[in-house]
């Protein structure tokens, strides 16, 4: 026990104490997440802020007096023009094209004549509008200025009528403000339970592979494996110190990439339009995930670790370790895109399993049961690499190239 | 004491070491049925041409390389079943064994020492001797990274011996050092084998094995062809010093056309240059 607590200081004192190293995989992530965040969440908020100020301009042709009255009432910021000659609205067209003017409204010749002597039978009069959606001003004027000739229509209508609740017939949640039923924190949920088991997996692989290829194919490169195993030690407990403290090192980046993310939700709810969900994770559901997250993080570690034992130097490790870096992103987009239901023994494929399981646990889609399933499942996947890596630390040919 | 009975050790190459080689055998033997025994309180030396089968024979030795066929044992302890046994009792050390570079000497002599297994005390004592006698207190808390050669042999050599061992197996325990380094270590094999330990050296340079060892083995083509004390290896070579006596062997042993032509030629060179003319009259 003494022999994997000495290996297991040694191998977290060789991170801990590196500024380099603690620089690279703790600080530098962060610093690279508040930097992309800060960067997103500013452009957003000035572009929003842009948009929202940009005065749009509105041209209209054959518009009565009334609804051009409406219209500047409706964004006293806006500039609505008015267009007499009918030939100019191929240039304006092609201004909305080309992004220099925002919204087009166009009534036909003799509109309120047609409208007032309206009977049955007669053609009804057609309004047409033209924006561009692919220009944000445009798209933004569109919004702003659709509803006025609603209201409009509506005004129009009712001079003709008398009363609009004769012609309305029925309303739809006029007065129903508890339409949307939706649980929020679910909502919420089912939007991080898209995202969080891909990136949440990724980044612990990821931190698992810097570490781990340094601590067995870089002590192989750099001599120091053998040094070791001339000491009067089990080769197992060399394995397993190196085993815990990777495990240790990879859930420390894990929880301050975690951090990270946590703290650029703020962020990420106003990037994603997604006000009124509740962007949050409960504290059952937190330590579920952190179970699970730990039984990942052995698995992992343990992968990384055996593939490197083959490895003659880093640079091998990382090309065994590669393919089995795809196979965890594969698994966590395969998460991204999956509406049905989870079958019990999908649970059992590891690393597609564990993934899942963390994207249900955000859902609340998974029982006490299919989680404890996919616990002991990983658990026994890592404890069958972790005997084959102590295995391989016999063999002179792999550890020594002998 | 150390006894190598029979050792073989056949290499299985692939075919990248096939072709790195040249050769289209997939095996190598490096070690030929090599028996040697090392007694406390002497300096036993192997010596041998690089890719002679020293640092294989070493290796086998040291628990990190199984025989194929054969068998050693260290203090009696077989070091293919009993290897951690084996391995308590020897300190190894060879310029492919290292010292991780972001640690000091002071934090690796301690950590090697509790991996031995050793108490605090112990350990303290140890450092006190080996770091005073090796020079290490200077540089006792720099990083072995930031230390030159020497500094790092020497720190190799303290950390190998923090626990007292009673096997010391030094492969080419001078390469590359200085002459004050490669002295002190010199001197220390010396006081070594005045405590009674078992020390094996191997060595390419004739004048350290002639000035170092008591016995010697000296192996060839991975064939121990003989074993002896200075004087009998003379005697039987009738020599005057190691190195003929060396290439006396050698010339008796060796198969390969290539060397031989190479030996007849170096011969030649020899002679010339003794007779006033050197090489470039040829």
Redesign the interface.
């Known amino acids: 026990m ?2 994997i607590k ?2 297991y200081y ?1 191998e977290m ?2 991170v801990l ?2 500024i380099k190293m603690v620089f690279g995989l703790f600080i530098m992530p962060i610093l690279m997440m508040v930097l992309i965040y800060g960067i997103m969440g500013f452009m957003a908020y000035t572009m929003f802020r842009d948009i929202e100020e940009h005065k749009s301009s509105v041209y209209v042709y054959g518009a009565p007096d009334k609804f051009v009255e409406m219209l500047e009432d409706n964004d006293k910021s806006g500039v609505v023009s008015k267009v007499s000659d009918k030939s100019e609205l191929k240039k304006l067209k092609d201004m909305v094209v080309a992004g220099d003017a925002d919204y087009i409204i166009e009534f036909p010749d003799g509109f309120l004549e047609d409208v007032n002597s309206y009977k049955d039978g007669d053609k009804v009069p057609q309004v047409k509008t033209y924006y561009n959606p692919s220009e944000d001003y445009s798209e933004s004027a569109m919004d702003k200025y659709s509803p006025v000739i609603e209201d409009y229509r509506l005004y129009l209508l009712e001079e003709r009528v008398g009363t609009l609740d004769a012609v309305s017939v029925f309303t739809v949640d006029s007065d129903n403000n508890e339409a949307k039923l939706q649980d929020d924190s679910k909502a919420g949920g089912k939007l991080l339970g898209m995202i969080l088991p891909y990136i949440i997996s990724i980044l612990l692989f990821a931190g698992a592979m810097s570490l781990g290829s340094d601590s067995i194919a870089g ?1 192989k490169e ?3 494996m ?2 070791m ?6 080769r197992s407990h060399i394995v397993y110190g190196k085993l815990l403290a990777l495990m240790t090192l990879s859930a420390m980046t894990a929880c301050v990439y975690g951090a990270g993310m946590l703290a650029s939700i703020p962020v990420a709810t106003t990037l994603m339009s997604v006000n009124g969900m509740k962007l949050s994770i409960s504290v059952v559901q937190a330590i579920l995930l952190l179970v699970l997250v730990i039984s990942m993080v052995f698995v992992y570690v343990a992968i990384v670790a055996a593939l490197s034992v083959f490895a003659k130097d880093m640079k091998e490790a990382s090309t065994y370790i590669m393919p089995a870096y795809l196979v965890v992103i594969i698994s966590g987009v395969m998460t991204m895109f999956r509406s049905s239901d989870t079958n019990l023994f999908e649970y059992f494929i590891p690393l597609y399993g564990p993934a899942m399981a963390m994207r249900n646990i955000l859902t609340q889609e998974i029982t006490n049961i299919e989680l404890l399933f996919t616990i002991v499942v990983n658990l026994i996947f890592g404890a069958l690499i972790a005997f084959v890596i102590t295995k391989t630390f016999e063999n ?2 792999v550890m ?1 190239n ?1 | 004491m150390v006894e190598v009975k029979g050792l073989t050790k056949i290499y299985k190459l692939s075919n990248r070491q096939k072709k790195e080689m040249n050769i289209k055998d997939s095996k190598k033997i490096a070690v030929d049925n090599v028996s040697f025994t090392a007694n406390e309180g002497e300096i036993f030396g192997l010596l041998g041409p690089n890719g002679a089968g020293k640092t294989t024979t070493l290796r086998v030795i040291s628990t990190l390389l199984k025989p194929t066929r054969g068998e050693v044992l260290v203090e009696g302890h077989d070091t293919v079943k009993e290897a951690e046994l084996a391995r308590a009792d020897i300190c190894f050390l060879t310029n492919e064994l290292k010292l991780d570079p972001k640690f000091t000497p002071r934090y690796l002599f301690r950590m090697f020492g509790r991996l031995h297994g050793l108490s605090d005390e112990i350990i303290d004592a140890r450092q006190e001797e080996l770091f005073s006698i090796f020079g290490i207190v200077d540089f006792q808390d720099k990083k072995i990274e930031e230390l030159s050669t020497g500094m790092k042999q020497k720190a190799s050599i303290a950390v190998s011996l923090v626990h007292d061992p009673k096997v010391v197996i030094f492969d080419e325990p001078t390469n590359g050092l200085d002459i004050i380094t490669a002295r002190a270590v010199t001197d220390y094999l010396f006081e070594l084998k005045r405590k009674g330990k078992v020390v094996i050296v191997s060595t390419h340079i004739m004048s350290e094995a002639q000035k170092l060892c008591d016995r010697i083995g000296m192996i060839i083509g991975g064939r121990n062809v003989i074993t002896g004390t200075l004087s009998e290896i003379l005697e039987s070579t009738n020599t005057t010093d190691l190195e003929d006596a060396f290439f006396a062997i050698y010339r008796t042993t060796i198969t390969n056309e290539d060397e031989l032509r190479e030996l007849n030629d170096l011969d030649k060179q020899i002679k010339l240059h003794e007779s006033g003319n050197d090489g470039e009259d040829v």
């Open positions: 003494n022999t000495t290996i040694k004192r060789r104490f590196d002590e750099r001599g120091t053998a040094t195993l001339v000491l009067p030690v089990k002179e040919r020594l002998a």
